[in-house]
């Protein structure tokens, strides 16, 4: 079964690979549009973006299963938080979604973020690194290292694969 992750981001991808690497599934991994602005500033943004990424994924490659991944931000009267949503889309099946950790972000980077920023390049500067939304993401930085972006999205991987599993086995005992 054939496996297409809608991003080149390897802390993506590795996710992806990690979550699957019991199966012999062949994961490929190609750009797919998110369909919503560079910076998703909503849960509901955030999921039209995995959503739209899965399927144009699987479509691209016509593989069975597409993965989607993407990071946002949601307003909560505990300040801005990160949030990230994954999405698994099989044709014929309502695509399955499921949800990352979440920690507010410093006020000095939120306030960046509604000014119009992208979280990507506002990290950068933050961290005086390259590329972390590649590498230890967001919440690697402000947990310390104790959780990178690739094990969050591992945690939405498995709940994405896990419902798939549990819905499959639904669908096999009513035919
Ligand atoms: O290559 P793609 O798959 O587009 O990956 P991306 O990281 O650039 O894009 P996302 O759609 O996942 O995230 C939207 C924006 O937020 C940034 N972002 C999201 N989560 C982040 C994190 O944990 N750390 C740093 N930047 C993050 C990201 O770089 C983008 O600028």
């Known amino acids: 079964m054939k ?19 019991e199966s012999a599934f062949e994961i490929v991994s190609i750009d797919a549009q998110s369909g919503v602005s560079d910076q998703p500033m909503s849960d509901e943004e955030t999921i039209k973006g995995a959503v739209n990424r899965a399927i144009e994924a699987a479509e691209k490659v016509g593989a069975e299963i597409g993965i989607g991944l993407e990071g946002g931000v949601q307003q909560t009267p505990y300040g801005l938080m990160l949030c990230n949503w994954g999405a698994l889309a099989v044709k014929g099946m309502d695509p399955i979604i499921a949800g990352g950790a979440r920690i507010p ?17 506002v990290m950068d500067e933050y961290a005086k690194k390259q ?16 959780i ?9 991987m498995k709940l994405l694969a896990g419902q798939f599993e549990y819905r499959t086995k639904q669908n096999d005992k009513t035919v």
Do not use: C, W, Y
């Open 131 to 146: 590329n972390v939304s590649k590498n230890e993401g967001a919440v690697g930085i402000f947990t310390n290292g104790q």
């Open 148 to 156: 990178n972006r690739s094990e969050m999205f591992t945690h939405v």
């Open 105 to 121: 972000l410093p006020d000095e980077v939120a306030q960046q973020l509604l000014a119009g920023s992208e979280l990507g390049p």
């Open 3 to 21: 496996v297409a992750v809608g991003s080149k981001n390897p802390a993506k991808i590795n996710a992806v690979k990690e979550a699957f690497k």
